[in-house]
């Protein structure tokens, strides 16, 4: 709703960045939320300190969680995997803090892509190769109709100003690989195939949202 607060997932990256502009720009109150995960040292403090600064200018709340590299590693989903599942629940418990609305996410059109190569790649479950919602519960990504070149576009024409995380072009994750290597293939082999696979990510969320509660009952 107009005006609700929000609790908004802020790397101090372009997509959440520009996120945090467009929901202030709209007049919603917001609570930055910023997860240092310990893994490049002061450059993960320089992320934290960036994204404390943009929400002190903005008048709006800053909770930061300080989570430790090793310790993620060493868990059954490796580093990125329970990174992003403390992430998710840490702010979803801040909705209740700060008595929010919801969680907003800056995931994107290319976002979606790599998201449903990921669960092909891993599962051979048809109801579980999807991408992202655009609402789950109480989490929303409103850019997910946005590519990634949109966004930062959108960030130099404004002058809105982030952070590069030099990890994102590591092929250490499989994700980075996808984005780097398998998308730029298959858009070189045929153009418009990632447009097409974000398309179909969404089109698999949809029919798996429909027909769960159907096999459920």
Same mark, same amino acid.
């Given at each position: 709703?107009?005006?609700?607060?929000?609790?908004?997932?802020?790397?101090?990256?372009?997509?959440?960045?520009? $996120?945090?502009?467009?929901?202030?720009?709209? /007049?919603?109150?917001?609570?930055?939320?910023?997860?240092? #995960?310990?893994?490049?040292?002061?450059?993960?403090?320089?992320?934290?300190?960036?994204?404390?600064?943009?929400?002190?200018?903005?008048?709006?709340?800053?909770?930061?969680?300080?989570?430790?590299?090793?310790?993620?590693?060493?868990?059954?989903?490796?580093?990125?995997?329970?990174?992003?599942?403390?992430?998710?629940?840490?702010?979803?418990?801040?909705?209740?803090?700060?008595?929010?609305?919801?969680?907003?996410?800056?995931?994107?059109?290319?976002?979606?892509?790599?998201?449903?190569?990921?669960?092909?790649?891993?599962?051979?479950?048809?109801?579980?190769?999807?991408?992202?919602?655009?609402?789950?519960?109480?989490?929303?990504?409103?850019?997910? #109709? $946005? !590519?990634? !070149?949109?966004?930062?576009?959108?960030?130099?024409?404004?002058?809105?100003?982030?952070?590069?995380?030099?990890?994102?072009?590591?092929?250490?994750?499989?994700?980075?690989?996808?984005?780097?290597?398998?998308? @730029?293939?298959?858009?070189?082999?045929?153009?418009?195939?990632?447009?097409?696979?974000?398309? $179909?990510? /969404?089109?698999?969320?949809?029919?798996?949202?429909?027909?769960? @509660?159907?096999?459920?009952?």
């Amino acid at each position: 709703p107009a005006g609700a607060k929000l609790v908004v997932g802020a790397s101090g990256g372009c997509d959440s960045t520009v $996120l945090l502009h467009l929901l202030h720009e709209l /007049g919603h109150p917001l609570v930055v939320a910023h997860v240092n #995960h310990s893994a490049r040292g002061a450059q993960s403090d320089a992320d934290e300190r960036f994204v404390c600064e943009w929400a002190q200018q903005h008048n709006a709340a800053f909770e930061c969680l300080t989570l430790e590299a090793e310790v993620l590693s060493s868990g059954k989903q490796g580093f990125q995997g329970e990174a992003r599942k403390q992430r998710l629940q840490w702010m979803t418990s801040l909705c209740e803090v700060h008595q929010a609305h919801a969680v907003a996410l800056g995931h994107h059109a290319d976002d979606q892509a790599e998201t449903w190569f990921l669960h092909a790649l891993r599962s051979a479950d048809p109801w579980s190769i999807m991408g992202m919602a655009t609402q789950d519960g109480r989490v929303l990504r409103p850019m997910l #109709h $946005l !590519s990634r !070149s949109d966004i930062r576009a959108l960030a130099e024409t404004n002058g809105w100003h982030w952070r590069e995380d030099a990890s994102n072009a590591s092929s250490k994750y499989l994700r980075n690989r996808i984005r780097h290597e398998l998308l @730029p293939l298959l858009e070189d082999i045929k153009p418009g195939s990632v447009a097409h696979i974000q398309r $179909l990510g /969404g089109r698999a969320r949809d029919l798996h949202d429909l027909i769960t @509660p159907i096999l459920d009952e």
